[in-house]
């Protein structure tokens, strides 16, 4: 049933025969996250193909950087005809990993954790939250959506029987250096940082993002007060 | 008291005298708040002056680079003597707006927003949040932190009262548009929108800045796929 094609399930992909593009550049991998927000967007209304262009207009970039873009990692257009959105959707989540089915452990059942947990943000990603921990014994045991919390004393413990391979750091920064000193001795792969503070992971090849939500707030506030200032500079 | 200078007060600013640098790069103003937080961290230390390799160091750009943004907003390093932290650091709070004391508005009282606004987020960036909105009964007339949580029939009355500049979007996905539309009818400056929706504000010249959390998931799924991959191919 080809309808079956444009529905928005994860690709479920061979770790093996993961495509290898490795030419692609972090500017590119950057701003691959985004095709897969527009693409999944593009399927939800229900179209199978579309052009640079049209992706150009959802996605405020010109047509000529999508169509470079996408050539880096294969260029699955064909002239007049715009790309195969499904194809296009798996291509993009299998570089991304999105089909791996990678675990992933919360650190935090606070306000920020139980937001991360609730939002369809994994599911979506394909990222299985197998469980949280928190310091506080009022919420060990409850679940959050549908997962359990479990006492912060058996951290490592868990990243063994879960099998994890993503930590989600939401704990206060004063104890960001203490986790992640623990989750040196795990086989985690990588982690998630909200905590806004550097982690030193020495030696230990585990990979770390840091999400500093703030920033884009900064930004904002330089556009508007840029914004400002040139109409004080106009008035003048 | 010269000391005093090296605390982590907010520069007051005159938006009038607000510096016009209008020259810089948007991708130097991508890279400001990184600055913000790592001169904050230099200040913390109790340090008064720093050298680019130093912060070249820290935060794993090339000295060269740092010089070059630095000279973007001219230049107060001076060979050999680094540069004077206080001054880079009042220097990029006005860049930013930090002392324009922007007032926000948070839409939405759940997890998110009250994790948000139980952070020092707005506070380390010189923002009041002066109050919450949401739906739900229940919450309405409590407060989250310090900020009394409003019903959101009086979205448009208090954003008039309290004199609002930035609205904060945490609510559902499927009610952003309904919120952005009445916005249209305020003089609110910026959105700063976690939804995940594209807000179509039209003509009117509300600055909206998109924040998707789920990017730098995606990010540190593709780098350890990659990684994964790499090693698989080794092993053949």
Same mark, same amino acid.
Not at 93 to 105: D, H, I, P, S, T
Not at 122 to 148: L, N, W
Not at 169 to 185: C, Q, V
């Given at each position: 049933?080809?309808?079956?094609?444009?529905?928005?399930?994860? %690709?479920?992909?061979?770790?093996?025969?993961?495509?290898?593009?490795?030419?692609?550049?972090?500017?590119?991998?950057?701003?691959? %996250?985004?095709?897969?927000?527009?693409?999944?967007?593009?399927?939800?209304?229900?179209?199978?193909?579309?052009?640079?262009?049209?992706?150009?207009?959802?996605?405020?970039?010109?047509?000529?950087?999508?169509?470079?873009?996408?050539?880096?990692?294969?260029?699955?257009?064909?002239?007049?005809?715009?790309?195969?959105?499904?194809?296009?959707?798996?291509?993009?989540?299998?570089?991304?990993?999105?089909?791996?089915?990678?675990?992933?452990?919360?650190?935090?059942?606070?306000?920020?954790?139980?937001?991360?947990?609730?939002?369809?943000?994994?599911?979506?990603?394909?990222?299985?939250?197998?469980?949280?921990?928190?310091?506080?014994?009022?919420?060990?045991?409850?679940?959050?959506?549908?997962?359990?919390?479990?006492?912060?004393?058996?951290?490592?413990?868990?990243?063994?029987?879960?099998?994890?391979?993503?930590?989600?750091?939401?704990? %206060?920064?004063?104890?960001?250096?203490?986790?992640?000193?623990?989750?040196?001795?795990?086989?985690?792969?990588?982690?998630?940082?909200?905590?806004?503070?550097?982690?030193?992971?020495?030696?230990?090849?585990?990979?770390?993002?840091?999400?500093?939500?703030?920033?884009?707030?900064?930004?904002?506030?330089?556009?508007?007060?840029?914004?400002?200032?040139?109409?004080?500079?106009?008035?003048?």
């Amino acid at each position: 049933m080809s309808e079956e094609k444009t529905n928005l399930d994860i %690709p479920k992909m061979d770790i093996k025969n993961a495509s290898k593009y490795e030419e692609v550049s972090p500017a590119v991998v950057k701003r691959l %996250p985004r095709y897969f927000r527009y693409l999944r967007e593009v399927i939800r209304q229900g179209k199978t193909r579309v052009s640079s262009s049209e992706l150009s207009r959802m996605m405020n970039v010109t047509a000529s950087q999508i169509r470079q873009d996408l050539n880096c990692f294969g260029g699955f257009g064909q002239q007049g005809y715009g790309y195969n959105v499904n194809y296009l959707y798996t291509k993009i989540c299998e570089l991304l990993g999105v089909g791996c089915g990678f675990r992933a452990l919360v650190i935090g059942a606070g306000n920020l954790g139980s937001a991360l947990v609730r939002s369809s943000m994994f599911e979506k990603r394909g990222v299985d939250v197998v469980a949280m921990v928190d310091v506080r014994q009022a919420v060990i045991g409850k679940k959050i959506g549908d997962v359990i919390v479990y006492s912060m004393n058996d951290l490592e413990e868990l990243c063994e029987k879960f099998a994890v391979d993503i930590v989600i750091l939401t704990l %206060p920064k004063e104890n960001a250096a203490d986790a992640s000193e623990r989750l040196k001795n795990t086989k985690i792969k990588g982690i998630w940082n909200f905590t806004g503070k550097e982690l030193d992971m020495g030696d230990c090849d585990i990979i770390v993002e840091n999400e500093h939500i703030g920033d884009s707030l900064m930004t904002l506030c330089y556009e508007i007060e840029s914004r400002m200032t040139d109409g004080v500079n106009k008035e003048k």
